[in-house]
């Protein structure tokens, strides 16, 4: 087998049909997981609905999916319907496990039996966003490369060792399609498109989406400073790309100067300059947000997570997360697993003795998330809105 049959993803006998030759339809089923994403959710599907518009034909069928067939609310509070439960007989030549956040605790045990079931059926099986921690789950994806959202990679990572995690934006590997979320499953559903029709379809889907192009596979998650260093400042960016690979065992600042071929000092001012801090804070900074990660979506215990994030000992570990995040890591877990009960339990927090809007709501969801409350910044002050009843923001 060549590469290029390997990452071929499998289609169903007569899909890719001889010119001239009306291909049948392609089914595609998306297993909607509680607090799905509903971007990663639109980005897979409007590919084939346009794909369907500018051939004129239904080259592409899709069905929505949820347990036990009642609607399913994604990660904004919108509660989308489902067009069948897994109790159903049904037919598909690819299912799309769509995940959003909280994954580790969204799914259950009869939506990881049927995606088992459509493996022993040889049904190619596929996710997007962090749904391939679900079929990483099902243990459909051992012996298998996968992409997934960077969030959960972690997770990933550390409990299913016989999965290939990838930091690439989708991997089309044998009978396993993945992808990362946002628009990404759009560049991976384009793929395939191109794979059963041809490059000039998917060019007439990009016109129709006034998008330029479509990303390869190979294309890494979390770009925009990577891409900006890449260009302006490569030492910068080796050293970085060298930080993050190397977390558990952290390389001393003099050997990382030495591996990019410059002096300690001026490492230090690169930093400075371009990323605001110290590389021994850059640094700290990355071990911290994986051992955030590794807290809030695995059951590793505090001892296993400092020393997989490199800290000398659980008291020291313990101190700078404390530091860093204003709670100290037996906290930090503490406080996800109260949330996930009150999850569990269907009883939200009432906000002014009000029903939950959409928006608390999500927010609600989001506090399991290793990046939720992970952004600082400065308010500013909204215009054409009602007065805060604070102090007035434009004094000093």
């Known amino acids: 087998m060549t590469e290029t049959d390997r990452n071929r993803p499998a289609t169903a006998p007569g899909q890719e049909s001889a010119a001239g030759e009306t291909p049948r339809t392609f089914s595609v089923g998306f297993l909607l997981i509680n607090n799905f994403t509903l971007f990663a959710l639109a980005s897979s599907i409007e590919p084939l609905r346009m794909a369907n518009q500018l051939s004129g034909r239904e080259l592409y069928s899709w069905q929505l999916l949820s347990a036990d067939g009642q609607p399913v609310s994604a990660s904004d509070g919108i509660s989308i319907g489902a067009d069948a439960s897994l109790s159903e007989p049904c037919t598909f030549d690819l299912v799309i496990v769509v995940g959003g956040v909280n994954i580790t605790r969204s799914f259950n045990q009869k939506e990881l039996a049927w995606l088992r079931a459509m493996g022993r059926r040889k049904v190619t099986l596929g996710a997007v966003c962090t749904g391939s921690y679900v079929l990483a789950m099902a243990g459909v994806l051992d012996g298998y490369s996968c992409s997934a959202h960077w969030e959960c990679l972690a997770a ?136 955030r990660q590794l807290l809030k979506q695995t059951t590793r215990s505090i001892i296993e997570i400092s020393s997989m994030c490199g800290f000398v000992s659980p008291p020291h570990f313990s101190r700078c997360y404390r530091k860093y995040t204003g709670r100290s890591p037996k906290e930090e877990r503490a406080a996800v697993w109260a949330m996930r009960e009150v999850q569990a339990s269907g009883e939200g927090l009432d906000i002014n003795f009000l029903s939950p809007s959409r928006a608390s709501k999500a927010l609600q969801a989001a506090q399991a998330e290793p990046s939720y409350g992970a952004v600082n910044f400065t308010a500013m002050p909204l215009s054409g809105g009602r007065k805060s009843s604070g102090p007035s923001s434009t004094q000093h």
């Open 156 to 291: 990933l990572q550390e409990q299913f060792p016989k999965v290939n995690c990838s930091s690439q934006l989708y991997t089309i590997d044998r009978d396993r399609i993945t992808c990362t979320g946002g628009g990404a499953p759009l560049d991976m559903m384009l793929t395939v498109v191109t794979r059963h029709h041809g490059t000039t379809l998917t060019s007439g889907i990009c016109d129709m989406f006034v998008y330029d192009r479509v990303r390869a596979d190979t294309e890494q998650q979390r770009v925009p400073l990577r891409r900006l260093l890449t260009s302006e400042q490569p030492k910068l960016a080796e050293i970085t790309e060298l930080m993050e690979n190397n977390i558990e065992e952290p390389i001393e600042l003099d050997e990382l100067a030495q591996f990019v071929g410059i002096s300690r000092r001026k490492l230090e001012r690169l930093f400075l300059k371009h990323l605001g801090c110290t590389p021994s804070r850059y640094y700290l900074k990355l071990r911290l947000d994986r051992a």
